[in-house]
């Protein structure tokens, strides 16, 4: 396809992900579960390890339980860890419907309400989410319905996780969530959303669009995104809302989304609703790594413009230092620790206008000044 290559540049290559550990066995398995054939047990020792630090061990379980010919070809020791993580995941997974049946008899029955992200693949059935651990619960409503929703939550029993001031008004006025919430006693935190991208962000999504576009669940109160649009998110969250730290996972959801994406929206239509969503860039980046370290397969005409050459270099130095999972008992090298800062650096200038973001940092430095931590310690002791 000629058209992909001009669009999209060339794919970065295994190779080109720095020589780290993961690319060793587990992006060749994430390509291919025929790969586990070619490994002896030394190898199953690092990368299980590598696949437990990326929260990706029960997605290579999945995967391998349903290869049935290479099942069986994989040592017995190793299939009982592989075991497990899926048995953990099938925990993790009960722990989500738990805390969205008793998120849905708490909402108002009028406000309608999105599921984003791992709520969104596990409620919908997405082939993604076996094996997938979730993290928290991301629910999307809109943004007339945001303080009828928060305050339903809080009389129900949950609470935000933060107290603080200025965290509490940089959340409300300048992010797309609230803060998080939790109900004591229950395991996954609640992050409660009116949109997907920081209001100050460069990335702003069409709020009208998202909604008009949502799909009921069966025999739900809850709706899910678009396919397109829950693309586009997961593109925006990887690569605007995350320093991208060990994110292969995040990866790994844009691979199966771009899988199961409808052939009709797969090219052309996918272009133009990120565009819509001014989601271009991250859409680009999304399809350039998942073609590249994963092997998915991108429609020649999905690739937007690519971005300046300087930023596509920048982007690549961070991601094959930072974005792959590294083993637990490696210290990082000077480069990784580099990317680490580069990568925290581009979060912040995504996320916040330049004079916001001078703000943001003098207020968290003054925070962090030895006198007002001993000043907080001080005051906690007298309370």
Known sequence: MPGSVRRGGPAPTLDAAGHQPACRHLLPLLRDTGHARTMQLADWDETLRLARAARLLGTLAERLRADAATWVQVPPPVRGHLQAATHFACHRAQLMRMELRALAAALPA???????????????GLPLARGRLPGDVDLLVRRADLDRAEAALLRAGWASATQDAYDQRYYREWSH????????????EVDLHHTIAPVTGRCRADDALLLAASLPLADSRYLVLHPADQLIHAAIHLFQDTELDGRLRDLVDLDGLLRRLPRADAGARLRERAARHGASRMLW?????????LGTPVAADAWPAPPPVAAQRWVDWIMRRHCLPRLPDRAPSAAERAAARAAQLRYHLLRMPPALLLRHVAHKAWQAMPHRSAGAAAAQSRG
Do not use: F, I, S
């Open 110 to 124: 009028d406000v309608p309400v999105v599921l984003l992200k791992g709520a969104a693949y596990l409620a919908a």
């Open 285 to 293: 980046y999304a399809l350039h790594y998942c073609r590249g370290w």
């Open 177 to 188: 969530e609230l803060p998080p919430m939790r109900m004591p006693g229950h395991a996954l």
